[in-house]
């Protein structure tokens, strides 16, 4: 069966509403709640959601675990044909899944939610190449014997996903734990659980039923029951440290194992001799301003040199106040909204935080749209704080937001230290045409995903995953398939 992609997303998120997806099919919740999702340019509601329960997720997981028994038999370059074919099926969508996605979380289209789409669709292609590098080793360990290691599915992966970008996520996770040979229970963020469902119904148009799950709800009903649930063997999970440290301990008590990508605060240090054209392009993209900020990689702390400062700051504001904020869905629209009302509290008050900050100064960037059909919406000014010290708490704390914090910097070795005094360690970026200190920077930054001169998003291929409170575990890489979603058997032969 082929599915004809639905351009219309109001349209869509109606057709979708109200359903998990359970064994290949949709149906409502067992106990026939829903919750309702809305529109954050507006806060009109446009779609229900399934409001996931305990028995949602024995349903989810019973079809998981029956069907991962067939699928890990299958060999494994099979398996990633069929997921690669995901990735092609789902690549045919990348306009439809961008609209559902703008409409849902806020994301402009242009700028972000039809990026998202088309990096879902890139990294089932990615995962799906990697079924044959799923290999084992032959040792040397005693002439009289073979030993051999090789590399066995964990079983029903719980995949528990956030709603920034939660097509990419919940990507990263399930091809990886599909081409392993497992099956997968998604749960998706309350905020977010429309594009991800259609993702699910275009994914059994090839897989077969059971293996791929997508069940909507809140994090005690819905995401608690599916991590101590007893036949699911693995849990990644994307979303604040505070929900990490929950799901840590409940894996725990299961004795299974977690892969955790947490929050960040990540530093970007701009040197007196970098690029300053593309310094500024980088805290654009760093930062996220397209995305409201709303990333956990976000260049959140920018250290700048005192001899650029005022310069560099200047620069950076007047291409922000060149972004259109408007309706996602609109191509001339940069930024969009924030997704939720609990995340627009959070960024104000963070706001508030910054202007009662001593010695910090307010720069507004940006304007409020104009349309007056958006005057409910979740719309809130980018705001760059200069005059900031790294220990006040904008620059210790997640924001999650379009507020980016500057502090201005003369040494070095104090930089560096500044740097790393912060509780995360995902990201970090140093800009600067002197190879030597780039060298030792990248050395010394305590981060899991460390650039010089650019600040890249998540790419397939590559491993990606913090140190710190930032979480356990990589993802999006070979390396974090093998490591994360397989378990090694060590067999040995004696053949004498
Ligand atoms: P959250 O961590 O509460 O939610 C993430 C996911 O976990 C959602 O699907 C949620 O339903 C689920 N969840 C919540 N409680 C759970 C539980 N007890 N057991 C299992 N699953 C549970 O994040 P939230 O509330 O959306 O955002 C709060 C803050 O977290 C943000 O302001 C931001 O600072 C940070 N965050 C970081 C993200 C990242 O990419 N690292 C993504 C989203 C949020
Ligand atoms: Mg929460």
């Not at 399930?174 to 275009?202: F, H, Q």
């Not at 904020?325 to 609990?342: A, F, H, Q, W």
Request: charged share 25%; net charge neutral.
């Amino acid at each position: 069966m082929t599915l004809t992609p639905e351009l219309d997303p109001f349209k869509l998120a109606k057709a979708l509403s109200g359903k998990h997806l359970i064994g290949g099919a949709f149906m409502p919740a067992a106990l026939g709640k829903t919750f309702a999702v809305d529109n954050p340019a507006t806060c009109e509601e446009i779609a229900t959601a399934a409001f996931g329960t305990r028995e949602d997720v024995d349903a989810a997981v019973a079809s998981a675990k029956a069907a991962q028994k067939e699928w890990a038999r299958q060999s494994a370059r099979a398996r990633g044909k069929l997921v690669a074919e995901c990735g092609r099926v789902l690549a045919n969508h990348v306009e439809e899944l961008g609209r559902l996605v703008a409409l849902e979380t806020g994301k402009a289209l242009r700028t972000e939610s039809r990026v998202e789409a088309g990096v879902l669709a890139d990294m089932f292609v990615f995962f799906g190449g990697l079924g044959s590098e799923l290999k084992g080793e032959t040792i040397p360990f005693n002439p009289d014997m073979l030993t051999v290691t090789v590399r066995e599915p964990v079983g029903v992966v719980a995949c528990i996903i956030p709603w920034n970008v939660p097509l990419l996520l919940m990507a990263m996770k399930a091809a990886a734990a599909l081409v392993a040979g497992n099956s997968v229970v998604v749960k998706s963020a309350e905020e977010a659980p429309l594009t991800v469902l259609r993702v699910a119904e275009i994914m059994n148009t090839v897989l077969p039923p059971g293996l791929f799950n997508m069940l909507s709800g809140f994090g005690p009903e819905c995401g608690a029951p599916l991590v101590e649930h007893p036949d699911v063997k693995k849990v990644s999970f994307t979303g604040s440290v505070e929900t990490g440290r929950i799901v840590y301990k409940a894996a725990a008590e299961k004795l299974i194992p977690v892969t955790l990508e947490l929050g960040g605060k990540s530093p970007m240090i701009v040197c007196a001799d970098a690029d300053m054209d593309q310094a500024v392009a980088g805290a654009l993209a760093g930062m996220r301003f397209t995305r409201q900020g709303q990333s956990c990689t976000a260049s959140s702390r920018l250290f700048v040199h005192e001899s650029i400062h005022d310069e560099f700051v200047a620069k950076v504001k007047a291409k922000v106040d060149a972004m259109v904020m408007g309706d996602p869905l609109d191509e001339k629209t940069d930024i969009g909204t924030i997704v939720s009302d609990g995340q627009l509290d959070r960024v104000r008050s963070y706001i508030k935080l910054g202007e009662e900050t001593k010695g910090a100064t307010k720069h507004v960037c940006s304007a409020m749209p104009a349309d007056p059909k958006l005057k409910k919406g979740r719309f809130v000014q980018p705001v760059i704080f200069t005059g900031m010290k790294n220990s006040d708490r904008l620059c210790q704390e997640e924001i999650f937001g379009p507020v980016c914090a500057v502090i201005k910097w003369s040494d070095y070795e104090e930089v560096i230290a500044q740097a790393n005094d912060s509780e995360y360690g995902l990201a970090a970026s140093i800009w600067t045409r002197d190879i030597k200190v780039a060298m030792d920077a990248t050395r010394r930054l305590e981060a899991g995903f460390v650039q010089v001169n650019q600040n890249l998003v998540v790419q397939p291929t590559l491993s990606y995953g913090g140190v710190k409170t930032s979480g356990i575990g990589k993802e999006a890489s070979l390396e974090s398939m093998l490591e994360h979603f397989t378990h090694k058997k060590t067999i040995i032969f004696n053949m004498k």
